[in-house]
């Protein structure tokens, strides 16, 4: 069945440094989405992506949509302590919502 | 606006007892969903309602786990009997598609399951 797959698991920045995590999917997909889940809390929604090559910006979180609209990435510039938490993708198939495992950010203040 | 609504927020089980976990979506969302998050994996989708309806239940363990949207509004989700590796936490969504086609799933607090 169809895959999202997320890379890294985890990472640990300094506070400033930036962060990527890269989302990739085994079909095509004709949206992604994102998502981010503070410790202990909900997924929130961030942002759908739904154009091939398609990037947007929110403050410091610049998203991307790959053109062959296979993958995706979220890059946040400068983290701050707040950005901690697990970022998640996600893309239709078959009707319902397919969700990578998830990148957690840790940042050192 | 009330975002989504669950309870129990926590809840700790000896297995093979039974559970019942309770949500009440956004008003006037027609989807709602049934996730379940194992530590350190993203969310599973369990059951999608649209209405009263069930849209896909695939990944739903029948013989243990049923689920229902009676009116088309709350919805509850029960487990019986419950395993060790039930414990998990129990998110429900509800979305909405908009006139422009986007639909935004809307994650209440979750249900965190503890089963000994």
């Known amino acids: 069945g169809q895959q999202v797959m997320q890379i890294p698991q985890y990472q640990h920045v300094q506070e400033g440094e930036d962060f990527t995590t890269y989302c990739n999917s085994s079909t095509t997909l004709s949206n992604i989405q994102w998502y981010k889940q503070r410790p202990g809390g909900h997924p929130v929604f961030l942002i759908q992506l739904v154009k091939s090559g398609e990037v947007k910006k929110q403050k410091r979180l610049t998203f991307q949509f790959g053109e062959a609209k296979k993958n995706s990435s979220l890059h946040i510039t400068a983290t701050q302590t707040t950005d901690v938490g697990t970022y998640f993708c996600a893309g239709p198939g078959a009707g319902k919502l397919i969700f990578g495992q998830g990148t957690t950010l840790q940042v050192k203040p | 606006e009330a975002g989504v609504a669950q309870s129990p927020r926590y809840k700790i089980i000896e297995k093979r007892q039974s559970v019942a976990f309770w949500c009440n979506p956004i008003s006037g969302h027609a989807t709602l969903y049934w996730y379940q998050q194992i530590l350190g994996q993203g969310p599973k989708l369990l059951i999608q309602f649209q209405n009263n309806g069930v849209v896909d239940d695939s990944q739903l363990p029948k013989d243990r786990f049923s689920a229902e949207r009676l009116k088309g509004v709350d919805s509850t989700l029960k487990i019986q009997p419950a395993k060790l590796e039930d414990s998990a936490v129990y998110l429900c969504?509800?979305?909405?598609?908009?006139?422009?086609?986007?639909?935004?799933?809307?994650f209440g607090p979750g249900t965190r399951l503890l089963v000994l």
């Open positions: 969504a509800s979305s909405l598609v908009t006139s422009g086609g986007k639909e935004t799933q809307y």
